[in-house]
C-alpha cells in the first residue's frame, strides 16, 4: 500500500488540493510504521514545494 501511496501522490503533485486530498485517504489507511516512511519520503521529495501541506497533515497523525 506504500508504493501505491507514493505513485499516487507523485502522480497528483501538480496540484495541491488533490496532493493533500490523497495524502490524507493514505493517512488513514497505512500502518504506523508505513506512515513514519511515508513522512520521511513526502518531506524528502517535496517538501520544498509542499511543506505547508505535509506540515498540516501529518501534524494530525500521531506515529508511534
Same mark, same amino acid.
Do not use: G
Given at each position: 500500500m506504500l508504493k501505491? @501511496? %507514493?505513485e499516487v501522490l507523485s502522480k497528483v503533485s501538480f496540484d495541491? #488540493?488533490?496532493f !493533500? %486530498? !490523497?495524502? =490524507? %485517504?493514505a493517512l488513514k &489507511? &497505512? =500502518?504506523?510504521v508505513e /506512515? %513514519? !516512511?511515508l513522512k520521511e519520503?513526502? #518531506?524528502? @521529495?517535496f517538501g520544498n514545494i509542499y511543506s *505547508?501541506? =505535509?506540515?498540516?497533515c501529518f501534524v494530525q497523525? *500521531? /506515529? *508511534?
Open positions: 501505491y @501511496t %507514493k495541491r #488540493y488533490l !493533500e %486530498k !490523497e495524502l =490524507l %485517504k &489507511l &497505512l =500502518l504506523p /506512515i %513514519k !516512511e519520503w513526502c #518531506y524528502r @521529495t *505547508s501541506v =505535509l506540515d498540516r497523525v *500521531s /506515529i *508511534s
